[in-house]
């Protein structure tokens, strides 16, 4: 039976903000954070939550414009936007809780499409079959 690695960063981050959120998976990482899914204990909600890497928040100027971005994003508000529900530190951590969406990535969505093109060339693509050639319909045909 193997053993499963877990994270340090997702270790200590749970204890960090245990009681508030309790975090259940890593989604994705980048090169300004790492988005887990988490609940909202109070709430009884799921959020995802940005964290500013341990290792980078020790800059003071990165720091700052991950901080700068969550209050920019938070004051907008838009159907496209995901709204930002708070900005906060525990025990060193830096992040923001925003709403989670559940679906499919920009990048599973992008692949579909592909697919669907390469499909269409071969008018094997039962979606877009009998439609007609618009360019919405020519970028974003995404039948599985």
Known sequence: MSATRVDPVF????LAVAGRYSIDRELGRGGMGIVYLAREVQLDRPVAIKLLPPDRATDAEVRERFVREARLAA???HPNIIPIFAVDEAEGFVFYVMAYVDGETLGERVRRAVRCRRRRRRGS?????????TRTAR?????T
Do not use: H, I
């Not at 270790?11 to 749970?14: I, P």
């Not at 979606?127 to 050639?133: E, K, L, Q």
């Not at 970028?139 to 039948?143: E, K, L």
């Open 11 to 14: 270790l200590e981050f749970q």
């Open 75 to 77: 004051k907008l508000s």
């Open 125 to 133: 693509c039962a979606r877009w079959r009998g439609r007609s050639a």
């Open 139 to 143: 970028a974003w045909c995404t039948a």
